[in-house]
C-alpha cells in the first residue's frame, strides 16, 4: 500500500509542517523499531515512554515523514516534519486515511460500558452472522474477521490496529463489525475518525479507577463515545442504569431505549429462569433462550434492539435469539459428576460479581449452597479489593480468596486488602488459599449434590499473569481435570 503525504495529512490539524509534502508513503507506524524507508512515523507520548526520544532513530532508518506534538532540536533536511496538537488523535485520524476510512464501507456498531461489553459485541456478531451477513468483531476475547479468528491483547486495541482490522474486514467482504469500546480508549482517541452506525450503553459501575482516579471520569470517558457518534446513528442505552439518560445528552444520534423495570423502545421481562437458561418475553413476545440471569436479559434485550435498528426483521431476529450461546468463560456452567454445578465467570468488579451471584441464589432459591472462589487482580483499582469480598461474603455461604493476576504486587497483599472488607461474622466462612488450582479444588470438595460452584475472576483467560510474565492457567480447564477425577 502506498499513498502520497499530502493526501494524508490533509486528514489531520497541522500547525506546522517543516519539509516538502510531496512524497510517497509506504507504511505508517508508531513503533520506532518497525521505522524504514518510506514510513511515516508517529511520536507518542504514552504514559511510560514518550516516543519523541526515537525521532533520531526513524530518521536514521530512513522514514520520510514524522509526525510529533514538538519538534526536534536538530532537523534533518530530508523529512518532512509536521507539528500537531496532539499525536495520539492525529494517529486515529491518519490511520482512518491510511485504510482508506474503512468504517464508513462497514455498519459498525460500538458497545460501551462496565459489565456486558464482550457477550454484546460477540452476540451481536453471532447475530449477523446467523442472518447470512458477513461480519467482524474486536473484543476482549477475540479479534475476528469474517471467521478467522486472532487473539486479543486489550479490549480496545490501538487505531493502527483498530482500522487495519476494519479494512480485513472490508477486503473479506464483511457487511458489519462490532467493537468493544472501553473507557480507556475513549480518552486516548482511539475511536476518532470512526463512523459508528450505532452505539449501546450497558451499564455503569466501579472499574478502572486506578487510570480515570474518579467515577466522574470515567463517567465521562463512556459518554464521549455518544457524543462522537454521527446523526445518522443510533444510541441505544440501558434506561435501567441512572447513567443511560447521561450518556446521550449531547449526541447527535437518534436515542433508543431498552429496560426490565420502565417503558421502552425494547422492552423485556423474565418469566422462568434456571441453570441452564430462560423464558423471557421481548416486546411482548415469549422466546426460550440458553442464557441465565437478569444481566444476561440486559445483554439480550440490547443485542434484541441493536439487531431491529440494523434493519433486521423483527421475527427471524427473535427466532435466532433462541439459537445464541453463551460466550466463553461468561456465566458458563460444568456439571460435576458428583451432582454439583460449576460456573466460571469473568466477574472482576463489585457490581459484576453482584450480578453473579444474584442470579444464582435466584435459580437455587435456597436448595443448595453457593461457594464462591474469586480473587483481585495485581496493579488495579485497590478500592474495589474489600468491596468484592464483601459481596462475595454476603451472598455466599462458603468463600475462597484466591488469586487472580496479581502481576507486579505480592498476592497476600492483594489478599490482605480484600480482607479488610470482611465483618467479624463473615470470617469463618471465608478461606484464604492463594494457589488458585487449590483454591478451586477445596471448593470443589466442599460442594454436595446440588450447590454451585462460583469461579470468578478470569473467565475466558487461560493465563495466570505474576511479574510480568503469563503461565499458562485456565479455571476451566482446572474444573475439567477435578471432574474427570471424580469419575
Known sequence: MEKQLKDLIAA????????????????????????????????????????????????????????CEELPATLDEAVTY????????????????????????????????????????????EMARLMGYKAGL??????????????AKQTTPGSLEINRFLHEMVQAGCDYAFMEVSSHACVQYR???????????????????????????YIKAKKRFFDLLPPDAFALVNADDKQGSVMVQNTKARSYTYSLRAMADFKGRVIEDRLDGMTVNFNGQELEVRFTGRFNVYNLLSVYGASVLLGFPKDEVLVKMSLLVPVAG?????????????????AHTPDALVNVLSTIAEVLNGKGRIITVCGAGGNRDKGKRP?????????????ILTSDNPRFEDPEAILADME??????????????TDRASAIATACQLAKPGDVVLVAGKGHENYQEVKGVKHHFDDREVLQHIFDNEK
Do not use: C
Not at 492525529?90 to 455498519?107: F, G, T, V
Not at 475511536?191 to 471520569?217: M, P, Q, S
Not at 472488607?421 to 466462612?429: A, E, N, Q, V, Y
Open 420 to 433: 479488610a472488607g470482611l465483618t467479624p461474622d463473615d470470617r469463618p466462612r471465608v478461606l484464604k488459599i
Open 330 to 346: 461468561r456465566f458458563q456452567t460444568m456439571t460435576s459428576p458428583r451432582g454439583y454445578t460449576a460456573v466460571v465467570d469473568y
Open 12 to 67: 489531520i490539524d497541522a500547525k506546522r509542517v517543516v519539509g516538502s509534502l510531496d512524497k510517497r508513503i509506504v507504511e505508517v507506524t508508531n513503533d520506532s523499531r518497525q521505522a524504514r524507508e518510506g514510513s511515516l512515523f508517529i511520536a507518542v507520548r504514552g504514559a511510560v515512554v514518550d516516543a519523541h526520544q526515537f525521532i533520531p532513530a526513524v530518521v536514521a532508518a530512513g522514514a520520510a515523514a514524522v509526525v
Open 82 to 125: 509536521v507539528q500537531v496538537p496532539n499525536s495520539t488523535q492525529a494517529e486515529a485520524l491518519l490511520a482512518d486515511a491510511w485504510y482508506d476510512h474503512p468504517s464508513s464501507q462497514l455498519k459498525l456498531v460500538g458497545v460501551t460500558g462496565t459489565n456486558g461489553k464482550t457477550t454484546t459485541a460477540t452476540l451481536l456478531y
Open 138 to 151: 474486536l473484543s476482549t476475547v477475540k479479534n475476528v474477521v469474517d471467521r478467522t479468528e486472532y487473539p
Open 387 to 399: 468491596m468484592m469480598a464483601a459481596e462475595a461474603a454476603r451472598r455466599s455461604d462458603q468463600v
Open 191 to 217: 475511536i476518532d475518525g470512526l463512523h459508528f452506525a450505532g452505539g449501546i450503553f450497558t451499564n455503569l459501575t466501579r472499574d478502572h479507577l486506578d487510570f480515570h482516579k474518579t467515577v466522574e471520569n
